[in-house]
């Protein structure tokens, strides 16, 4: 766990900072900071409509009394996504972006639910379903 924090906060950033130097002494300082804020407000702009489309099919899903769990996944990827590209930098924009683009979100999700599921078989989650 140590070692995943240890890349999380130090080795991204640094990884981020540099590829920030290389594109500026190709494209211009100026010009590389357009484009993250570039990639930043893109983002923004598509997590918004993605989460809105969430929000409307779990709405749907609890007026007809299913259980919105893939809208739910849907939400906390689409959370991360935003946590991601808050951060800024380059990499973090581009898997951020692939985490609200809705083919790419599709393969992150059925990752989740293998996960879970390796997790709920090794006892590691407990999931109760009410009726």
Do not use: S
């Not at 950033?13 to 900071?33: A, F, M, S």
């Not at 590209?85 to 992150?108: A, E, H, S």
Request: proline share 3%.
């Amino acid at each position: 766990m140590l070692l995943k924090l240890f890349l999380c906060f130090t080795l991204i950033p640094v990884i981020e900072l540099y590829l920030l130097i290389k594109i500026g002494t190709v494209i211009g300082g100026l010009n590389t900071i357009l484009l993250v804020i570039l990639t930043g407000f893109l983002g923004a702009w598509l997590a918004r409509l993605e989460g809105m489309n969430t929000m409307m099919r779990l709405r749907t899903n609890l007026n007809q009394g299913l259980m919105p769990a893939e809208e739910l996944i849907d939400a906390v990827i689409i959370f991360a996504a935003g946590v991601v590209l808050i951060t800024p930098g380059l990499i973090t924009d581009v898997f951020g972006l692939l985490l609200l683009w809705p083919l790419t979100r599709n393969k992150f999700k059925r990752i989740l639910r293998k996960k879970f599921d390796e997790m709920q078989l090794q006892n590691n989650i407990n999931i109760t379903r009410f009726h």
